[in-house]
């Protein structure tokens, strides 16, 4: 009785899983790779695929920073002016003559000043997370151009072979940059369960007045997240240019940003705050990236994919704020 009993059980949460965002956007990844696998024959070929696991991984490592903004009822749109701003200033110290360890430390200083600048804009200026990030990124990205470098390409400096290993390299057959994915996600999902910075983070977003009320010390915790994002963008920069032998500044400009709000939002974090996972952005990562690589391919238009792109994200948006209603407060702070 006990073995039926538990086996009814088991069916009941497969179904309930199935049932839920994390079950369908699963479904809808897997169903995205069995067409494009029977309708585009090099989909299946070991460049692509290896194409797609790198850029999977720097999308998800970009949305891991996001996920832990957004779950405390905030938002990050500056990622990309302070990833492409830190790591090409990083590049243009090196080219000056200074050592590439101490240029990449001073990149990533100025990632952290910079989120610990924005995260106080937020938490003590009391301006709405998406205006502070937007106006932020904006400076960033117009600093950076004006008194850090003037060409929007900079390459990685010579020299650097154990650079270049950590976007190009593998480690026992697996390439580097999925290594330093899954290592990110186990560490992020490890702060959010188990450590009182975690719960505090999901008490944040749950009810922010009752976080204050209770003692949590939500302003600096607010002040830490938007720079703990910015370490990540920076991290996830090097990354990148580390497997393109560059990084372009006109990243800043392109769609980017919305395709890791299209991935947290997609894989079932909520914009209201409060809950989500790493599960959550493992799942959104990867249907997402399976639908860009799949349209590139396909050489659809970029005007077209835009669109596509733009309608997947309102669509999930819709949805989430069905299943998760914005409450009264939420409302009346105008948060995001």
């Known amino acids: 009785m006990s073995t039926s009993a538990e086996t009814d059980s088991g069916r009941q949460r497969i179904r ?9 956007v699963l479904l809808l990844a897997a169903a995205a790779f069995v067409l494009f696998s029977v309708l585009l024959p090099s989909f299946l070929s070991p460049g692509n695929l290896l194409a797609l696991v790198r850029s999977v991984s720097i999308l998800g490592i970009l949305a891991l920073g996001m996920a832990l903004v957004v779950i405390a009822r905030g938002i990050d749109v500056s990622m990309i002016a302070v990833m492409v701003v830190s790591v090409s200033w990083a590049f243009v110290i090196t080219r000056a003559g200074y050592p590439f360890e101490l240029a990449l430390l001073i990149g990533a200083g100025f990632a952290l000043l910079a989120g610990i600048a924005i995260g106080a804009l937020i938490a003590f200026g009391e301006v709405p997370p998406i205006f ?13 151009r004006t008194f850090f470098f003037t060409l929007e390409m900079q390459n990685v400096p010579p020299d650097t072979d154990w650079f270049r290993l950590i976007g190009q390299g593998s480690l026992f057959g697996i390439p580097v940059t999925i290594v330093a994915f899954a290592i990110l996600c186990v560490v992020v999902q490890l702060v959010l369960s188990r450590t009182r910075f975690g719960w505090t983070i999901y008490a944040m977003g749950n009810n922010p007045n009752a976080a204050r009320i209770t003692g949590l010390p939500v302003r600096p915790m607010i002040v830490a997240q938007y720079a703990i994002s910015a370490l990540i963008a920076y991290g996830a920069g090097l990354i990148l240019a580390s497997s393109a032998s560059a990084i372009n500044a006109r990243l800043f400009n392109s769609t980017m940003i919305y395709d890791i709000l299209l991935v947290v939002v997609l894989g079932g974090i909520g914009l209201n705050g409060g809950h989500g996972s790493v599960r959550n952005v493992v799942l959104g990562t990867v249907f997402v990236g399976i639908l860009l690589n799949g349209m590139t391919i396909l050489n659809i238009d970029y005007t077209i994919q835009n669109l596509v792109k733009g309608v997947v994200l309102l669509l999930a948006i819709v949805i989430d704020s069905i299943v998760n209603p914005r409450d009264e407060q939420t409302s009346q702070q105008g948060d995001l």
């Open 16 to 24: 309930a899983v199935l049932r839920s965002q994390e079950g369908i």
């Open 132 to 144: 502070a990030t937007l106006a932020a990124g904006s400076v960033i990205y117009g600093t950076g």
